[in-house]
């Protein structure tokens, strides 16, 4: 019988990570072929379109910033917490006294955890480690360390920075960019200056890129960037504006190495703002401390400023709203399987929120807690942060070529253009 080498790449595909793992083992044939370049791109595009093969990850200060994943192809009934083993031992090196969204009493939480997840991209994460940054592929169990390569640059603790972690598919690298800007309080020369290093793991080099002027990062600590159609984005000031609620979206090319502004919603007033992905697109959050609302909108078509499609809002009689005072924080993570709902959720709490679209409404809260802070910790929101991982075969040697989904190619595409 004649072996058919598509039918068997086309049921392969529809296996689950865990299983293709074990498959690996049956034959030299089988192993070649589950480690291809081909298969590899063809299983994530495939995951990616099916909106199957998604995974919760969420940092946690307790037991000493743990790191769970939750299966969201599982029933809602079935999904539970399932603890991770990093590569390496976490640290913290300094911690804050900060309101919680929720509830209204302060906690202590780590100002720089070292261990947070900074990036999702293609299935790896990217986070901190005591040296440098860690790239690691939870399923695979494979990971690869990555120097501290921004070193050159001067900071301190208090400096304002971004950092991302995303995927250049004309070249087949994936980068690590941080930008640094000096804190006025202790600097006195160049106070605004921004100077960034980008990483390129295919090169396995750092490269100094042209300082930033004109900006304003209206923060101090890390802020991690949103990979979407190519480019890593963040939420800055104008220098002329940053005392002021005008915000800018800060977007950096992987390919061309270069940055520029992108649009956003024609909106007025005094407003929250933050970033996040939702289905490959770009999201944007909103809020008003004095209005008391949120509303999320969706750039359907990257760089056109007419996409900008509001898909959310809830005002403030409704329950989400009851005690928060940091709205904007409020991250769409992604849709349902069926598209009707979307999972949003707070950082630095346990608490997310299935919203229902054709309702309009906030449906239920979703409590994903460990059992050591259900015994130990339970009143304790502490949650560092939440990212959608895929769950993949792309190895973090970089040395095969995985080429990007299809609709991240399209909207890199669209936006050359």
Request: aromatic share 12%; net charge neutral; with cysteine.
């Amino acid at each position: 019988m004649k072996f058919d080498y598509d039918l068997f790449m086309e049921i392969l595909s529809q296996l689950p990570i865990e299983t293709l793992l074990r498959f690996r083992c049956l034959s030299k044939k089988c192993c070649s072929c589950i480690d291809s370049p081909d298969f590899i791109y063809f299983h994530l595009n495939r995951s990616i379109k099916t909106c199957t093969n998604r995974s919760l990850i969420i940092d946690d200060v307790f037991p000493e910033g743990s790191i769970y994943a939750v299966d969201l192809d599982s029933s809602e009934s079935d999904r539970s917490l399932v603890e991770l083993h990093r590569p390496y031992k976490p640290f913290v090196n300094t911690v804050e006294s900060v309101l919680s969204d929720t509830t209204d009493r302060y906690i202590v939480r780590p100002r720089k955890f070292y261990s947070d997840v900074f990036g999702s991209c293609n299935g790896l994460l990217a986070m901190y480690n005591c040296s440098g940054v860690t790239l690691w592929n939870p399923s695979t169990k494979k990971h690869r360390n990555i120097p501290e390569f921004w070193s050159d640059i001067e900071s301190n603790t208090c400096d304002r920075i971004l950092e991302g972690f995303g995927y250049d598919p004309i070249n087949n690298d994936y980068k690590v960019i941080m930008i640094y800007q000096r804190n006025e309080l202790h600097y006195k020369a160049k106070l605004h200056e921004i100077k960034s290093v980008v990483y390129s793991l295919k090169g396995n080099c750092s490269t100094r890129i042209e300082d930033l002027n004109g900006y304003y990062i209206s923060f101090s600590g890390h802020s991690a960037g949103v990979s979407v159609g190519g480019s890593l984005h963040w939420v800055v000031s104008r220098e002329e504006k940053r005392y002021q609620f005008d915000k800018s979206i800060l977007a950096f090319d992987l390919v061309n190495e270069k940055f520029y502004e992108l649009p956003k919603p024609r909106i007025k007033g005094e407003l929250f703002v933050s970033l996040s992905e939702l289905g490959g697109s770009l999201a944007i959050t909103y809020s008003s401390s004095t209005r008391m609302f949120i509303e999320i909108w969706v750039m359907k078509e990257y760089g056109i400023i007419d996409s900008w499609t509001k898909i959310i809002r809830i005002d403030g009689e409704e329950n989400l709203l009851k005690s928060d005072r940091y709205a904007a924080n409020l991250r769409p993570l992604c849709y349902s399987k069926t598209g009707g709902e979307i999972l949003v959720g707070y950082p630095y709490d346990e608490y997310f929120v299935s919203y229902d679209l054709e309702e309009k409404i906030a449906k239920r809260g979703v409590v994903f807690r460990s059992p050591e802070r259900e015994s130990i910790h339970s009143d304790i929101p502490n949650k560092i942060s939440a990212n959608i991982c895929m769950r993949s075969l792309v190895p973090v040697n970089f040395s095969s070529g995985i080429a990007e989904s299809s609709s991240e190619i399209q909207s890199m595409e669209r936006k050359r253009t």
